[in-house]
């Protein structure tokens, strides 16, 4: 990988390699993530903690199964505001923030001001946060739109070749 200055760092082939392999699976050691881009060990490992600090790779989780721990509705909720000001934008992002059940906050162009993804325990769940949003300081504008199911859920972004 190398760096130009104040600009996205420039990734080779094996720091491609590295990206597509933890995108599939960030669980595996690093002597196999090595063995499956076809370097050694250690400098596999400086390449990944170089792709880290250069926030090129903001963290590792668990991907788990909503349902097996109690959240049976996904759905998305378009928001509109009354102002586009930032003090409220920044406002409204605050406070959906601290919700455990956003799971997702993205500001939008078209059609509303953010999309939400949120999960619900059940109907009744998913009616009060709906409730919640409805009633938040400068919400105009909420329509819900409940997942009934997911043809595909990939994390990350396409790797292509370098």
Known sequence: MRRTAGATPVLDTIDRKILA???ADGRMTNVEL???VGISAPPCLRRVRRLEQAGVIRGYHAETEPSRLGYEVM???LVGLDSQRQSVLDAFE?????WPEVRECHMIRGGGDFILKVVARDTA????LTRRLTAAPNVTRVQTLQTIRTGKDEAGV????G
Request: proline fraction near 9%.
């Open 158 to 161: 396409p790797i292509t070749p």
């Open 34 to 36: 090595a063995r499956r």
């Open 75 to 77: 759905f998305f909720a």
């Open 94 to 98: 605050a406070m959906v923030s601290a």
């Open 125 to 128: 769940h998913e009616n009060e």
């Open 21 to 23: 392999e933890l995108q």
